[in-house]
Structure formats: C-alpha cells, structure tokens
C-alpha cells in the first residue's frame, strides 16, 4: 500500500492563527497534521492555508489526494454575503466542492461539518441556545448513527471537547443526520454530493482537556459574559483544572470538570478520526 496522503485544509487566516498560538492554544493546521500523524504515522500531510488565498501548486489536484481533513475556525460562515463578501470564507466553500466532486474523502470539525453542509445547499445558523463550550454533554446517536461506521466502537450516548457558537440547522437533500444532543440537533453527518463522501462532527475530536483549556484561558472574558464562568477566577479555576487534568488523571479533577473517558483516554476521543482513516482513506491509499 503507498503511503496515505492527506491535505489539511485550516480554517482561519494567519491573524487569527497567531491570536490562537499567543494564547498558547494549538494553531489547528498543524494539530490536525500531528492528530493524524499519531494515528497513522506513515501518513503524508500537507496544510493548506485556503482562508490565506494560497493554492494547490501547479500539477496538484484535490483527487490526489486519500483524503482531506478541515479543522475549526472562528468564521462565521453566514459573514459571507453577496453583498459583503469574505474571500477566506467564499474559497473554503469552493474548495469543500470541488474536493467532493474529486470524490475525495473529507472529514471535518466543526467549521468543516459547517462548510460543507452550506456547501452542499443546507444551513447553517447562530445558536439560538447560546454558545456549547468546554464539554459536549448528551451526545446521542441517531439511528442512523448506530450503525454507521464512523461510530464503530464508540457509545451510543458521549461527551466530547467542543467550542461553537454556531450550528447546522438544515443539512442538505440526502444527508444522514448521525447524533444529537441538547444544544444541536445536529452534532454529526453524512453528506453525499457529486460523488463524493463528507463525514463530520460539530464537536473537536483533536482536541484534549488541555488544548479546550487553552480556548477557555484565551475567550475568559466572553465566555464569563455569556454565563459560562462567573468571572475570572471561576474562568482561571476551571482552566487550571483542565491543564491539571492533563497532566495527571485526577479522579477529584475528573469529577470537578464532568469529564470521562469519552474525553480522556485518546482512543475514545479520537474514534471518529480513527474509522474514517480506516474505512475512508486507507483503502484507497491501497488502491493506488
């Protein structure tokens, strides 16, 4: 089999990437690349920087490639209007297309499950429950879900990391709905379009109890405005207790957060990345 080869398509441009890195978090290009890596460490990545205006070079298509992966992003994709136009964000939903049309597989985060539903002719929208953050909690499996094989060995109720304002309100004609919880309808699907496969969740599978520390240290302010800390001690208590957690596995820390296995043994968390590099990705490696 040659080697698997992935294209990393990351979200942001560079001036929120290098907020991101100030702030200590991971810039999520480069997570993604290593989060891969780890899975399959003969894995070839190459980030793409679309929100940048930077291109595949000359004699590189999207079919090229035995997958592409999309990390999260601060966007909002509703931003890009006919009227006001964000390039960051138009080409990304561009490159969502034409990526499907290659019939390459595409998981994405987040923003990715975001990018390719409104690719694809659904919908997304501001939460009008307000923003998810820290600690997905409830997260249950549809029918659909139970059996598809983006699930395999995971529970059929989870928590994962995850930070999003923003949601899928209506996933395009031919779209598996595959879980759910209280804050989104929509927590993962499936979306076929013009012989390609997205698989993608709104939660972050990439990131562990340190790294939606990171989030929770750099959005403090926001976040104690929205309700969710109560000021910055909460918000700098329940950070510390993230990084903490991480550094060593804490029962009493464990049960402070609300955290289980779901988010803190790696092979959990990363379930979803996991099939769809086996079911998805490596076999058509093996067919090259």
Excluded at 14 to 38: M, N, Q
Excluded at 124 to 143: M, S
Aim: aromatic share 8%; glycine share 12%; charged share 20%.
């Amino acid at each position: 089999m040659s080697k698997p080869h992935i294209l990393v398509v990351e979200g942001n441009p560079a001036a929120t990437r290098d907020a991101l890195a100030e702030a200590g978090c991971r810039v999520p290009g480069p997570l993604y690349a290593d989060t891969l890596r780890g899975l399959c460490p003969q894995v070839v990545v190459r980030i793409l920087a679309v929100a940048d205006g930077e291109h595949l070079p000359p004699g590189v298509g999207l079919g090229d490639f035995d997958g592409v992966a999309w990390t999260g992003s601060a966007y909002n994709i509703y931003d890009d209007t006919p009227a006001a136009p964000v390039p960051g964000i138009k080409a990304q939903v561009e490159l969502m297309r034409e990526a499907l049309s290659a019939g390459t597989p595409v998981f994405g985060s987040c923003w990715g499950l975001q990018v390719a539903a409104v690719a694809t002719g659904g919908a997304v929208r501001r939460n009008p429950k307000g923003r998810e953050f820290g600690i997905a909690r409830g997260i249950a499996l549809t029918q659909a879900g139970v059996t598809h094989p983006m699930y395999r060995g995971k529970g059929p109720v989870f928590a994962a990391t995850a930070i999003h304002f923003d949601e899928v309100e209506t996933l395009p004609p031919g779209a598996l709905a595959l879980a759910g919880n209280a804050m989104s309808t929509i927590q993962a699907a499936e979306i076929p379009w013009s012989g390609g496969t997205f698989w993608g969740v709104q939660y972050h599978p990439e990131f562990d109890i340190a790294e939606i520390g990171h989030y929770g240290r750099r959005y403090a302010e926001g976040l104690t405005r929205e309700g969710i800390f109560s000021g910055p001690d909460d918000a700098a208590a329940w950070t510390d207790a993230c990084f903490a957690l991480k550094a060593s596995p804490r029962r009493d820390l464990a049960w402070r957060l609300g955290v289980d296995a779901d988010v803190l043994e790696e092979s959990r968390r990363l379930r979803e990345l996991d099939n769809w590099l086996t079911v998805m990705v490596l076999p058509r490696a093996g067919r090259r």
